[in-house]
């Protein structure tokens, strides 16, 4: 019912109780005093209770206001703040009373309201995200702590900042599903590394962070900086270590094939190393077998090198013996010192310390051979004429023992052997002068046509050879000395008979000839061209007096000590002389007596 029917329906109620009033009033006879002293009481209550409806009314348009009023400007704040001006509309407030005002604007609140919640828990969910990527790729790993301290900025939760969060976490979450495929393919690779070099997988990138060994969800996967770095620098030095193994490979199995070739190594022996050589034919990138490049299989294939060393070290020891005996023996036949160059010790200390190619050295050895087979090509005529003045001087040695045994003549077993061998040797000796003088002409020829000595076992031949000519001119004065003294010793025999008779004295001359006899005996046996180192006695003839000397020891002791022995026989002559002086000397003090 509207304003103007209450008030209709007001005025009919008070007038039915006025008159009911009057009605009263005229039962009781109240005076018109009294009559209008009551109505105008009423009439006053009625204003007032009027004036308090009126206030009361007023009150609630005014709060109607403000309540609008604040409601509107939480819209307009709400609105602000989410910055969405299309959510709200104002109307015209004159036409729209309070109340529908006041209603339609709480709705218009709430769902603002609703809508800031949301957006605050998008912009602190957005946050939360974006600062935990944030700490997952820093250094630090305390991106959860600051997430749940995070203060979200309520002034401003405009879908433009929210999509500027949005377009920051896709931004952190494309960089950290990048590093994150970075760091598995860097782990992969490592991965790969380390199972071709055979190292600790685990260890080597726990040393660059924990959490990329583990496969526990406990801990994500760190993709931080020096993560990254770390695991780069790693792959670097592996992909070094790589190389550097490749090329000490590759240079050991160089040696070892040329080691397989020189020593013909067989096939057992070459298959271990089959994977290895296969491998190290191929490229970097192709090498994938796992503990190829293992330092245990280096390790192994450097044992096999020093083991094949070893082994061609010796047979190279043994080939250079066989080829310095070679020599050796060319040398020894021919007389002619040996290069020391290529002595046993001094090639097996070169062998061992590597530091003469062994071919250049067996080249060195062929060459020294080739040198020395010329050289005794070239000497073969002198050394055969040497070889005859030796068997010539033994043939002499021979024949003075012979003359020196008193049963010679014997009718002994092979008597007449010795007399025909001493024929031979008497014509033989006699020679000996012109072999000498035919030898050092024809040494003096060779050294002229090749510019160098004559060397005989270290010594020149020449030497040698005068030497021996000179003593022998001795040895002859010797002996001519010793026929005048027998001729002497005739002389005063005779003299002697003459004086005393021929019974007188017979023990003196026993005893000169005793001194004679042992003076010869000195004088032959000391001469350096006569030793005896085989006399046996002089009883008979012995087998020994049917075999020749060896030539080779008389030689040798003969050019060995043709120095010391020509002095000493030098020496003798002079003594032998004294000697025979002094006899004379007494013999003649005798006879005069």
């Known amino acids: 019912m509207g304003v103007g029917g209450g008030l209709g329906m007001e005025a009919t109620n008070c007038g039915a109780l006025l008159r009911e009033l009057q009605q009263i009033w005229a039962e009781v006879g109240e005076s018109e005093g009294e009559k209008n002293k009551v109505l105008s009481e009423i009439e006053r209550e009625c204003l007032e209770v009027y004036r308090r409806k009126v206030d009361d009314a007023n009150r609630t348009r005014v709060q109607l206001h403000q309540s609008v009023a604040t409601k509107e400007a939480e819209v307009a704040s709400l609105v602000a703040t989410l910055g969405e001006h299309k959510l709200y509309l104002k109307k015209d407030k004159s036409v729209v009373p309070l109340k529908e005002q006041l209603a339609a604007v709480v709705p218009v609140l709430e769902n603002l309201k609703g809508k800031k919640e949301e957006r605050l828990k998008q912009f602190s969910d957005i946050q939360s995200q974006i600062e935990k990527i944030r700490s997952e790729l820093s250094e630090y790993s305390d ?79 760190n993709i931080s900086n020096s993560t990254l770095e770390g695991l780069a620098n790693t792959i670097s030095n592996l992909k070094a270590e790589q190389r550097s193994r490749i090329d000490k490979m590759r240079e050991t199995m160089e040696s070892l094939c040329k080691l397989w070739k020189l020593m ?44 094949l060393t070893k082994l061609k070290a010796r047979r190279l020891k043994e080939i250079f013996m066989k080829k310095r005996s070679e020599l050796e023996e060319i040398c020894r036949s021919a007389h002619i010192e040996p290069d020391a160059s290529t002595a046993p010790e001094q090639t097996n200390e070169m062998i061992d310390s590597g530091m003469i190619d062994p071919s250049e050295l067996l080249a060195k050895l062929e060459s020294q051979i080739l040198k020395a087979k010329e050289e005794s090509l070239s000497r073969k005529d002198i050394m055969d004429r040497i070889n005859k003045w030796i068997s010539a001087c033994d043939e002499e040695a021979w024949l003075e023992e012979y003359n020196q045994d008193s049963k010679r003549y014997s009718a002994g077993r092979g008597a007449h052997i010795n007399l025909r061998r001493a024929e031979k040797a008497r014509i033989l ?116 007096l049917l075999t020749p000397r060896s030539c080779s020891g008389h030689y040798n002791r003969y050019f060995s000590d043709s120095r010391r022995l020509s002095a000493t026989q030098l020496n003798f002559g002079d003594d032998s002389l004294s000697t025979f002086t002094s006899i004379s000397g007494q013999f003649i003090g005798l006879i005069a007596k």
């Open 429 to 544: 000796v006699t020679k000996i002068p012109a072999m000498v003088d035919n030898l050092i002409n024809r040494t003096f020829a060779w050294e002229n046509a090749r510019n160098k000595p004559f060397l005989y076992d270290g010594g020149r031949l020449i030497s040698v050879l005068e030497e021996y000519r000179l003593n022998r001119e001795q040895k002859e004065e010797e002996k001519r000395r010793y026929r005048d003294q027998k001729k002497l010793e005739s002389i005063l025999l005779k003299e002697k008979e003459a004086i005393f008779g021929s019974k007188g004295s017979p023990k003196r001359a026993v005893s000169l000839n005793r001194r004679t006899n042992g003076y010869r005996s000195s004088g032959t046996t000391s001469g350096l061209m006569t030793p005896n180192p085989r006399r046996s006695s002089l009883g008979g003839a012995t087998p020994e």
């Open 264 to 307: 013909d190594s067989p096939q057992e022996e070459r298959r271990q190393f089959n994977r290895v050589l296969s491998v190290l034919i191929s490229s970097e990138e192709e090498i994938l077998s796992p503990g190829v490049l293992s330092q245990e299989t280096i390790e192994k294939m450097g044992a096999e090198v020093e083991r």
């Open 143 to 221: 991106g959860d702590d600051k997430a749940n301290s995070l203060i979200v900025d309520e002034n401003d939760l405009s879908t433009r900042k929210l999509n500027n969060y949005q377009a920051q976490l896709h931004a952190l979450q494309k960089e950290k599903s990048d590093r994150l495929h970075k760091v598995l393919e860097y782990v992969n690779e490592v991965h790969c590394l380390c199972g071709v070099l055979g190292i600790d997988f685990g260890k080597t990138v726990n040393g660059i962070h924990p959490s990329l060994h583990q496969n526990g969800l406990e801990q994500s996967t």
